[in-house]
């Protein structure tokens, strides 16, 4: 007899329990918000899910998000939380607000705004400073609800500025006192919970105004200096992004790094356009370096890490023509109108963008594709915008600009397919010292949506994908679960055995898809965001409460800050 009512029974699913085995019919008993037993489950719970024909997963880890301000304003991190995820990491690249001086806030907003494309009024009226410190804003965290976890990490342009001022946002050399301070202030808030820091070192990363951010081109010793502190205190990993324009140089400066840190390290890994190889030779490196004992990680992504593309949104072909610009500030409904007037069309299409790197960005017609429904994240280069458009006898931006008059959104692949399939995210999920991440989750909001990418990677790469081999589901399950849980210390979730945090997805696996994007207007003052459902999770629990059923918030939210490193505990379950 039990001592106490079981919360919930999930019955007769599919097991695939993040381990990588085989898939296997059971019950799941959770009680008190853990897994309590999992087999043939015979007494009653208070609530009774039936699972048959249908998948039971663990809850999906996402690694790199930038919830960071969404996470002030809002007790929903969607859209990761339609997806699947149940823990997100946020403070990734080096970008943050904690610790911040009141007289640093601007700088901090503006890099988030450039870095992350937030708007700068969404900040402003989202974040409500109350906190200086790290430990003030985990604080902050602490005290609020939300649908899924959260697990930080310490900034590194946020530590730099707070200790230099000017200097390190101007991106002066630190001297050995300010090394020192910015050590001590990691150290500060992994033991107020961080799980570990993170730092930028990508060109790309800069304010609207063309900064770069604090971090870009810091010493090797400075980084050097916080990661022995890490490794001093035995905790954190620390998480990076970086062009690798010189790969073998920059490889083993970050090796040298990681080396003196002794804790793990994770790099951001894409093929990139112009870098065709880059990608192969930086898993070789990463690879030795394992070999080596020194742990370093690729994160990776099942798809392309591409632009949206559309009239209303932040980017399209024709965003920085004249006779767009002198558009832009009107409303969507007006500058549609606007848009379809005959001289207006030949105006802009008789113009050309000056920018060099924009225009093979935003104009590069055999890399861009609409964006259908379903989306195809690998379309056939043949259903290219230059392609289609040679068959009409148009010319391609031609096509562009009146596929997007009617509100269609066009897709860029920016990496991962320089070969027009994505046969290279294959070979890249499949290395051993590769972790799937980079939903990039609460950032670049009016261009990016990768926080569905974890529905993406389940339907297409285990059931969907026409255009080379398959994966198998428990494996996948496993890459989007336990291995990335273990990567940052999470060991209480990840996995469904007896113990584990209940974390659970209930997936009707054939209906499992991803809606087309939508624009919604639900940020602080109205600002703007690209969204994308899903469909397919028949419920989403977090600590055994359904936050979402059948794609609808259930108004649950058992989601919490998350401090530090979890171990699994043995729920014992008395008899009476």
């Known amino acids: 007899m039990m001592s106490q009512p079981a919360s919930l029974v999930i019955r007769g699913g599919t097991i695939v329990d993040g381990n990588g085995g085989v898939p296997f019919a059971g019950d799941i008993l959770v009680l008190n918000g853990k897994i309590a037993q999992i087999g043939q489950v015979s007494t009653r719970g208070d609530r009774e899910i039936d699972a048959t024909g249908k ?319 379903p989306p195809d994240y690998e379309p056939e280069i043949t259903q290219s915008m230059a392609a289609r458009a040679e068959r009409l006898g148009i010319s391609a931006q031609e096509l562009a600009y009146d596929t997007m008059l009617d509100g269609t959104f066009l897709y860029r692949p920016i990496t991962n397919y320089v070969d027009g399939d994505l046969n290279v995210c294959g070979v890249m999920m499949q290395h051993p010292n590769a972790l799937l991440g980079l939903g990039d989750g609460g950032a670049h909001l009016g261009i990016i949506c990768d926080s569905a990418t974890y529905t993406h990677t389940v339907v297409h790469w285990t059931r969907d994908r026409t255009r080379g081999p398959k994966m198998a589901l428990p494996w996948i399950i496993q890459k989007l679960t336990r291995d990335p849980a273990r990567a940052i210390g999470l060991n209480d979730r990840g996995v469904l055995a007896p113990g584990f945090k209940a974390d659970i997805n209930i997936i009707d696996y054939a209906a499992l898809k991803i809606e087309p994007m939508t624009v919604q207007y639900d940020l602080p003052t109205g600002g703007r965001r690209l969204m994308q459902e899903s469909r397919g999770y028949v419920a989403t629990i977090v600590s055994g409460e359904v936050v979402t059923e059948n794609g609808v918030p259930t108004g649950a939210l058992p989601g919490r800050l998350v401090r530090g490193r979890q171990d699994a505990q043995t729920v014992r379950l008395a008899a009476e």
């Not at 809850?59 to 969607?78: C, E, K, L, P």
């Not at 490794?231 to 083993?252: C, K, N, R, S, Y």
């Not at 070999?291 to 370093?296: H, L, R, T, V, W």
């Open 55 to 373: 998948i039971v997963a663990p809850g999906f880890v996402d690694i790199h998000t930038h919830y960071d301000g969404q996470a002030i304003w809002s007790n929903r991190m969607d859209p990761s939380s339609w997806h699947g995820v149940t823990t997100v990491m946020i403070g990734n690249c080096g970008v943050g607000f904690a610790p911040c001086k009141p007289e640093q806030r601007e700088v901090m907003v503006a890099l988030m705004e450039g870095v992350e494309d937030i708007p700068e009024v969404v900040l402003t009226e989202g974040l409500t400073w109350d906190w200086e410190t790290f430990p003030d804003y985990l604080d902050r965290l602490g005290e609020r609800q939300y649908d899924l976890d959260i697990v930080t990490q310490v900034p590194h342009a946020a530590i730099r500025v707070y200790v230099m001022g000017d200097r390190g946002a101007k991106r002066e050399p630190a001297t050995p006192d300010d090394m020192k301070e910015m050590a001590r202030l990691t150290v500060e808030g992994i033991q107020a919970g961080a799980l570990g820091f993170s730092t930028s070192r990508a060109i790309i990363h800069q304010t609207l105004a063309g900064e770069h951010t604090p971090t870009f081109g810091a010493a090797e010793e400075e980084l050097a200096v916080i990661a022995e502190a890490m490794g001093d205190l035995g905790a954190g990993w620390f998480q990076l992004i970086t062009d690798f324009d010189d790969p073998v140089d920059e490889f083993h400066l970050l090796r040298r790094v990681a080396e003196r840190g002794r804790r793990p390290m994770s790099l951001t890994l894409a093929q990139r356009e112009g870098k065709t190889g880059h990608w192969k030779l930086l898993l070789d490196l990463i690879a030795q370096a394992n070999a080596d004992g020194i742990a370093m990680f690729a994160q990776v992504m099942g798809r392309p890490i591409g632009l949206n593309l559309g009239f209303q949104i932040s980017q399209h072909p024709f965003v920085h023509r004249p006779s767009y610009k002198a558009l832009a500030h009107l409303p969507w409904a007006e500058r549609a109108v606007e848009l379809a007037k005959p001289e207006i069309r030949a105006a802009i299409l008789s113009e050309e963008t000056e920018d060099d790197l924009q225009r093979r960005r935003l104009e590069k017609f055999d890399r861009i594709f609409v964006l259908a429904d």
